[in-house]
């Protein structure tokens, strides 16, 4: 009884679950004629031209060159500042510890719209004074993005690093390293699974970003995210090329984070299981 | 030689500034922009704008004019979305992390399948959803036999809550197994001695010992979607059907459409208020009934 109820609602959720996956992969090898028409199944031939295609329908390269500078940037400098930030609040007992992590964690529900109008400005007013562009720019991007992943990162980090024996560094300071030589030399080596997941979450935040994308980028710097939402809500779309150009763009995110969820999953909930 | 008292905040100060660029200042000046009269010929040089006071949120909250019978509308619809997908999200979540608590062959490959939704970028899962949901070419009409607009309408608000759910139950299920995996299972084992059946277990079990979980599940997912840009906007692109525009995408247009970025400032300023309103009051109200044994 409980077995088949199980089979049952497992099927159902693993049918809803798979449902988009499936659509997604079997469209992006589907030819023209197939997507233009009702539905079907099965493609009526099996053709990876949809592949080749996709990239001169939109400029696909330019968008995805965007996306990558722009998320890898902005994983590479959140990741370090989480890591010194993650260090000190593992290691040391300061005043204003706890205000700076209730303050960052706090960020994380407030809506983005709030700080999308300012943020416009600020950055416009930015530009018009120092000639520094950031509203159309990848820097612009990059500096907001990391900071949306900042909050999670110092929180994962921090308690990564409490799990890093205090001995290590201790040992590494007896032997004359600096703190700062220790948390290199001995800390980050030890930590490295939490760090390269912290730089997955890092990437995908970024990588899939759409609200600010759609206001601080113009057509050259548009990102994958915004630029494929803008094409597939047009009157007339190749679906079959959205399809396999959304499947190339997310393959490597699904990948990376299945690969490491582990880790993630564990700082995901740290907040959660804990409080 | 840095001394050990200054080198935390030294550690620090990168992620504090970052912050502060791109939270706690434009905040700020958020709160002070919804003051100001500030249309598009006050872009360049925002100083210039002339002080309304409250004007904007007499404006905002004046429901028996248009601007303000649109956002109480809008505000309406995001409130029974947010209730509807946090409901289905944590059902849904529950049902698959119970459902996996114990080992069986294949459950692996089940848990790793429920975590893609998750997983996929959100755009290119709902760029996804918006083909299966077209009227002449999609999976769901050819599923139902039907012919019905999807994106459009009065459809357009069920087909928002589904797509939404499909994402972000796939949290709900990765937060439930892991306060799962942290329920003692002598626990079980007492309950099943006593013989206490499976729904019995359920209750007298796990809901208990997952409470502190659920707390802030349900809270996270509320502010999470009630906040949801990034899936009406991709769903149905600038103009989003009046059945299904909520309030991020309302809020982005009234700001970006006309340019009147104080007028978005307050209203932007009065949805932190109902969040803030809303999450304190329910972190009291849960923190009273929260004296359940071994918690």
């Not at chain 1, 000639?131 to 308690?159: C, D």
């Not at chain 2, 069920?158 to 939404?164: D, R």
């Not at chain 2, 600038?238 to 307050?266: D, Q, R």
Request: net charge positive.
């Amino acid at each position: 009884m409980y077995r088949a109820f199980r089979a049952l609602a497992l099927a159902a959720l693993a049918l809803f679950t798979l449902a988009p996956v499936y659509v997604m992969a079997m469209s992006s090898v589907k030819p023209l004629r197939d997507v233009q028409g009702p539905f079907t199944w099965w493609p009526s031939e099996i053709t990876f031209a949809p592949y080749v295609e996709m990239w001169r329908t939109v400029p696909l390269a330019a968008y995805f060159a965007n996306s990558a500078v722009v998320a890898l940037c902005a994983m590479t400098c959140s990741t370090a500042i989480a890591l010194f930030a993650g260090y000190a609040v593992s290691r040391y007992r300061f005043r204003g510890r706890r205000a700076f992590l209730a303050t960052v964690l706090s960020t994380q529900m407030f809506p983005g719209i709030l700080f999308l109008l300012p943020l416009f400005l600020i950055f416009a007013n930015v530009d018009r004074l120092t000639g520094l562009e950031l509203i159309n720019s990848r820097a612009g991007l990059t500096v907001t993005y990391l900071t949306f992943s900042l909050p999670f990162a110092v929180w994962l980090l921090a308690g990564y690093l409490d799990s890093v024996p205090r001995e290590l560094d201790e040992a590494a300071e007896v032997d004359g390293a600096t703190p700062l030589g220790a948390l290199f030399r001995v800390v980050v080596p030890a930590a490295r699974p939490g760090i390269v997941a912290v730089a997955v979450y890092a990437f995908m935040t970024a990588w899939g970003e759409v609200l600010f994308a759609s206001v601080l980028t113009d057509q050259d710097t548009r990102t994958l995210a915004v630029g494929l939402q803008a094409y597939a809500t047009q009157a007339n779309v190749y679906w079959n090329q959205v399809m396999a150009a959304s499947l190339v763009v997310s393959v490597p995110v699904v990948l990376g984070f299945l690969a490491l969820q582990r880790y993630l999953v564990a700082g995901l909930t740290a907040g959660a299981v804990k409080s | 030689m840095i001394s050990k008292k200054r080198l935390p905040y030294l550690l620090l100060a990168p992620a504090v500034a970052a912050e502060l660029v791109i939270h706690v200042v434009p905040m700020l000046a958020g709160l002070g922009m919804s003051l100001l009269k500030l249309t598009q010929f006050f872009l360049r040089d925002w100083t210039r704008a002339p002080f309304a006071g409250l004007g904007n949120f007499a404006v905002a909250v004046d429901v028996s004019a248009p601007v303000g019978a649109d956002l109480l509308r809008s505000f309406c619809v995001t409130l029974l979305y947010a209730v509807l997908v946090v409901t289905g999200s944590w059902a849904l979540g529950m049902l698959g992390a119970v459902l996996l608590r114990r080992p069986f062959p294949g459950r692996g490959a089940l848990r790793a399948l429920f975590l893609v939704p998750f997983a996929l970028p959100v755009f290119t899962g709902v760029i996804t959803w918006s083909f299966m949901l077209q009227r002449d070419t999609g999976l769901v009409n050819a599923v139902l036999d039907a012919d019905a607009f999807w994106l459009i309408g009065g459809n357009s608000f069920a087909s928002l809550v589904v797509v939404t759910i499909w994402r972000s139950w796939s949290f709900a299920f990765l937060t439930l197994t892991a306060g799962l995996a942290a329920v003692p299972p002598e626990l079980h084992e007492a309950a099943d001695v006593d013989g206490a059946g499976r729904w019995r277990r359920f209750r007298s079990v796990t809901l208990p010992q997952l409470a502190p979980v659920n707390r802030v599940l349900v809270l996270v997912l509320f502010l999470w979607t009630f906040n949801e840009f990034t899936t009406p906007y991709t769903l149905f692109g600038k103009v989003a059907p009046e059945e299904a525009s909520v309030l991020s995408i309302h809020v982005y247009n009234a700001s970006f459409s006309t340019w009147n970025l104080g007028l978005g400032s307050a209203m932007s300023v009065l949805l932190l208020l109902f969040l803030l309103l809303v999450s304190l009051g329910y972190l009291w109200l849960t923190s009273r009934r929260r004296r359940v044994p071994g918690v």
